[in-house]
């Protein structure tokens, strides 16, 4: 080949490298990450799954927890990915590790998952007959000096929601059940009930159907509720729910709002702790009232507490932030949200439809506000990211997020066309 037509061929192959850093570069914040799995999109490893829960490890790698098939029946599920969306071939087997707790699992599975600060996972169970903890070891193995062969006792508590978090002497916290009765746990290092905590480990929720709970650094425990849970009657739901707030032997901490709970406009389905101790709590709530005999908008609601539970009214219009996602997306919930360093809010879950009073379909949905409590309209649409994940009426719902450290933002959910056939997915999307 002559000189010239080298000096072509690398000038060219230099324009081409420029031109897709250019556009890599200058992508929307809120895009789907062309850099993970398959243009941001990771399917679950099998066909009939869903993904629940997710965490990220201190080097990036990526834990998904929720239910999939193993020999032909449904299993608790968990898999890591590596950064780049492949699955962790290091961890289990081919990157997933199938559980069978104590008896028969039902459809949710994995609803919770942690990381210690050794690297062990803990992922909290729906079993058929209750909830229990199962801990393994970094490489997925069972961690059998935890509870009884790695699993512990099981909690008789119908389930309707829950949550899972680590406190900071390593002791774990549960919740879970329906309205009535509702319980927290906590669980000691070695996986057995703390009886310095409540009665016999365990502790009556003061209200509602418990969706997350979280830790303070003074050690104060926070429970969000709702009355009916994430989705009700296969919508999200404009319904008020709380938080209360527990001392940490399990007692209700009456200095935290009126006798220990403050209201919540939104339903409660996800909060979060900022640095600086403030509480956000995010679910759906009504986003714009129509005309008389039309159903008004439900859509993401974000309401910021000082640290005491009292309303902070600096944060988007005294204290509430509310997204609509317009009249392609009037039955929106929010079901999960995380604060990036930078202080932004990101909240996630579905962008659905409703017509005639029947809810017919959804979408991923993200939405982005200021430390403020305001729109981020550099984020995705104004502010709005819908992700369609297959067509037809599906019903497709991020249940969980987490931050990476650079910024990116990781959700995981499940795509649903029957009760027969969920499919998890995990998805990631650029942040700037």
């Known amino acids: 080949m002559q000189p010239k037509t080298i000096l072509k061929h690398v000038l060219l192959f230099n324009l081409a490298v420029l031109l897709f850093a250019s556009s890599y570069a200058s992508a929307q914040a809120g895009t789907l990450d062309p850099t993970f799995a398959t243009g941001g999109l990771?399917?679950?490893?099998?066909s009939k799954s869903a993904t629940n829960?997710?965490?990220?490890?201190?080097?990036?790698?990526?834990?998904?927890?929720?239910?999939?098939?193993?020999?032909?029946?449904?299993?608790?599920?968990?898999?890591?990915?590596?950064?780049?969306?492949?699955?962790?071939?290091?961890?289990?087997?081919?990157?997933?590790?199938?559980?069978l707790p104590t008896g028969?699992?039902?459809?949710?599975?994995?609803?919770?998952?942690?990381?210690?600060?050794?690297?062990?996972?803990?992922?909290?169970?729906?079993?058929?007959?209750?909830?229990?903890?199962?801990?393994?070891?970094?490489?997925?193995?069972?961690?059998?000096?935890?509870?009884?062969?790695?699993?512990?006792?099981?909690?008789?508590?119908?389930?309707?929601?829950?949550?899972?978090?680590?406190?900071?002497?390593?002791?774990?916290?549960?919740?879970?059940?329906?309205?009535?009765?509702?319980?927290?746990?906590?669980?000691?290092?070695?996986?057995?009930?703390?009886?310095?905590?409540?009665?016999?480990?365990?502790?009556?929720?003061?209200?509602?159907?418990?969706?997350?709970?979280?830790?303070?650094?003074?050690?104060?425990?926070?429970v969000t509720s709702s009355g009916f849970g994430?989705?009700?009657?296969?919508?999200?739901?404009?319904?008020?729910g709380s938080i209360a707030r527990y001392n940490s032997n399990g007692t209700i901490d009456t200095t935290f709002g009126a006798a220990g709970m403050a209201a919540s406009v939104a339903s409660a389905s996800a909060l979060v702790l900022q640095g600086d101790g403030k509480i956000l709590v995010a679910g759906a709530i009504t986003s714009k009232l129509n005309a008389p005999l039309t159903a008004n908008d439900i859509g993401f609601g974000v309401v910021r507490y000082n640290a005491n539970g009292s309303i902070d009214g600096s944060f988007g219009t005294r204290g509430v932030a509310i997204t609509d996602f317009g009249a392609t997306a009037n039955d929106s919930g929010a079901f999960a949200v995380a604060v990036q360093s930078t202080g932004d809010?990101?909240?996630?879950?579905?962008?659905?439809?409703?017509?005639?009073?029947?809810?017919?379909?959804?979408?991923?949905?993200?939405?982005r506000y200021t430390s403020a409590g305001k729109i981020d309209t550099t984020f995705g649409t104004n502010g709005i990211v819908i992700t369609a994940i297959n067509t037809g009426n599906v019903v497709s719902v991020i249940n969980a997020l987490a931050i990476q450290s650079d910024g990116k933002i990781v959700v995981a959910?499940?795509?649903?066309?029957?009760?027969?056939?969920?499919?998890?997915?995990?998805?990631?999307?650029?942040?700037?």
């Not at 994430?230 to 008020?240: D, E, L, N, S, W």
Request: hydrophobic share 45%; net charge negative; aromatic share 8%.
């Open 42 to 46: 990771f399917q679950a490893p099998t």
């Open 53 to 99: 829960a997710v965490a990220i490890q201190s080097d990036g790698k990526i834990v998904v927890a929720g239910i999939g098939v193993f020999n032909n029946a449904f299993a608790d599920m968990l898999f890591r990915l590596n950064t780049d969306g492949t699955l962790d071939t290091s961890f289990g087997s081919g990157g997933v590790a199938n559980f």
């Open 104 to 222: 028969a699992v039902d459809e949710e599975g994995f609803f919770g998952v942690a990381i210690q600060s050794d690297g062990k996972i803990v992922a909290a169970a729906d079993a058929i007959n209750g909830v229990q903890l199962v801990r393994v070891e970094s490489n997925g193995s069972l961690d059998t000096s935890f509870g009884t062969g790695g699993f512990t006792s099981l909690i008789s508590v119908e389930f309707g929601n829950g949550g899972l978090a680590l406190q900071a002497n390593g002791k774990i916290l549960l919740v879970a059940g329906s309205i009535n009765p509702s319980l927290m746990a906590r669980y000691t290092t070695s996986g057995q009930l703390d009886t310095s905590f409540g009665s016999g480990g365990l502790v009556n929720l003061q209200y509602g159907t418990p969706s997350q709970v979280a830790v303070q650094s003074n050690g104060k425990i926070l």
């Open 230 to 240: 994430k989705i009700v009657f296969g919508a999200p739901a404009a319904q008020t």
């Open 345 to 367: 809010i990101v909240a996630a879950g579905a962008a659905g439809v409703s017509s005639s009073a029947t809810f017919t379909s959804s979408s991923f949905g993200l939405t």
């Open 413 to 432: 959910g499940t795509s649903t066309l029957d009760i027969e056939f969920e499919t998890g997915y995990v998805a990631r999307y650029l942040s700037q």
